[in-house]
């Protein structure tokens, strides 16, 4: 089974309708991260976690939000969404299982991808 | 302000020639990690390699290795051996110290095909 996923892997809505996007992972993690990618322009932060009760907003927060359910879960949500968030929709984890050190760059491990269309 | 730069869209390369993907970036900060994605055409981001600011030897991972060069600021992916199933996007990504530890900021991609 995959460490981090993410649902729906593929979603298709109208303007003015609110989404939400889910992510899971059983890496044991305490960090997490919502990013898009657009053609060209690689990924850009959405929001990030570091543990249940710190949220940080990243690079283009604007019209998103995120909820960090549980150590292992953190969604993020689009409350009107518009075309121009269309887009390609990473989760990713980092961190030593168990441990809460922030003294260090770790690597970001990736979910699947939700492929995002609004139109 | 962009602080990866990647200045190659697209690279070709023979099967079973070596290859080096172009990254620099611009930091302030001493204590900093770089790494490289590889992101087949399926569209998951797949991590590469590492490289700490402070490690004193080039990373490797098998065919990948990361050609640091600290005062230059740079961080080049070589692929060594290249293989067809290789031909993908490849981001190279910087995650900060201090302040804003836990981001990534991301290049804008090189563009991998390797040919027969």
């Known amino acids: 089974d995959a460490d981090v996923t993410q649902t729906p892997r593929n979603r298709i809505t109208k303007t003015g309708k609110r989404i939400m996007l889910e992510c899971s992972q059983t890496k044991g993690h305490d960090r997490m991260y919502w990013y898009r990618q657009d053609p060209g322009l690689g990924l850009r932060l959405i929001y990030y976690?570091?543990?249940?009760?710190?949220?940080n907003k990243g690079e283009i927060s604007d019209g998103y939000s995120v909820s960090r359910q549980a150590q292992a879960k953190f969604s993020l949500s689009l409350e009107s969404a518009i075309p121009n968030q269309t887009a390609l929709y990473f989760c990713?984890?980092?961190?030593?299982?168990?441990?809460?050190?922030?003294?260090?760059?770790?690597?970001?491990?990736f979910g699947p991808g939700t492929r995002l269309t609004v139109l | 302000a962009q602080k990866i730069t990647q200045t190659q869209p697209g690279m070709f390369v023979q099967e079973k020639e070596a290859v080096t993907l172009d990254c620099t970036y611009d930091t302030s900060d001493p204590s900093y990690g770089l790494f490289w994605y590889k992101q087949p055409s399926s569209g998951e981001m797949i991590f590469l390699i590492y490289?700490?600011?402070?490690?004193?030897q080039n990373a490797t991972e098998g065919r990948y290795s990361l050609n640091f060069q600290k005062a230059r600021k740079s961080a080049n992916l070589v692929i060594s051996a290249s293989q067809l199933g290789d031909s993908a996007m490849y981001f190279c990504a910087m995650g900060p110290g201090g302040s804003t530890l836990g981001r990534l900021y991301f290049g804008r991609g090189t563009q991998l095909t390797v040919w027969p």
């Open positions: 490289q700490g600011s402070y490690d004193q």
């Open positions: 976690s570091f543990d249940v009760k710190d949220i």
């Open positions: 990713a984890t980092s961190g030593q299982p168990g441990t809460r050190d922030r003294g260090s760059t770790d690597t970001q491990y």
